[in-house]
């Protein structure tokens, strides 16, 4: 009898051992969570805010035709800012072919830089960018106030700008489509906004 007794406050013991523990592994990957939050992409503030209108223009296109930069009806814009000289916005390419592929119901994707056109015509050739629309234009970047690359814009059909930001990888790139979808600033502003009292 007293064998059966001191097993059963063995068991007592260990059950509140574990639950002690369960309680400090669900503390720590909480910890975890916050400490690995997604980055967004860097916003600026300068050039034209969340909610303002992008700028208009009509470029020439180096892959032939124009571009129309500005709303156009169900059609979404992503502007992406590189350069030939950029290893970052090498890197980016085969993300923005996925991104221009699988998005392509809704979304357009514009390549634009500034500097010599035969340079940017070379780029087009040796990195096979023939399939984007690739504007050269300083009057843009100013617009935009694009300072460091990669840089891109989101903007929807009406040309209301829903997101933009320094662009290092595929999640900064995504999280542009995820603040626009939640319609926020920016990731984040989202994830630095104070939780609301119930």
């Keep these: 009898m007293n064998a059966l007794i001191f097993a059963v406050g063995v068991l007592w013991v260990v059950v509140l051992a574990l639950i002690v523990v369960i309680f400090a592994l669900a503390r720590q990957i909480g910890v975890l969570f916050e400490r690995v939050s997604p980055m967004g992409a860097l916003v600026n503030d300068a050039g034209p805010k969340i909610g303002d209108r992008t700028p208009v223009y009509t470029l020439p296109n180096l ?8 709303p156009k009806p169900s059609r979404s814009t992503l502007v992406f800012f590189l350069s030939p000289t950029c290893p970052v916005c090498k890197k980016l390419l085969p993300i923005l072919r996925s991104v221009k592929s699988d998005e392509s119901k809704w979304l357009d994707v ?3 830089s500034d ?3 035969e340079k940017h015509k070379r780029f087009i050739e040796t990195a096979n960018l023939s399939g984007f629309p690739y504007v050269v ?16 814009v989101l903007y929807d059909e009406h040309g209301t700008i829903k997101a933009k930001g320094l662009i290092n990888n ?29």
Aim: glycine letters at 12%; charged letters at 15%.
């Design 115 to 117: 500097g010599e056109v």
């Design 170 to 198: 595929r999640e900064q790139l995504e999280s542009l489509f995820n603040a626009a979808e939640m319609g926020v600033g920016s990731i984040q502003n989202y994830l630095d906004a104070p939780i609301p009292a119930n």
């Design 137 to 152: 234009s300083t009057e843009l970047g100013l617009a935009y106030r694009v300072s460091r690359l990669p840089f891109a």
């Design 63 to 70: 892959n032939g035709g124009v571009v129309s930069i500005g």
């Design 110 to 112: 514009v390549l634009a």
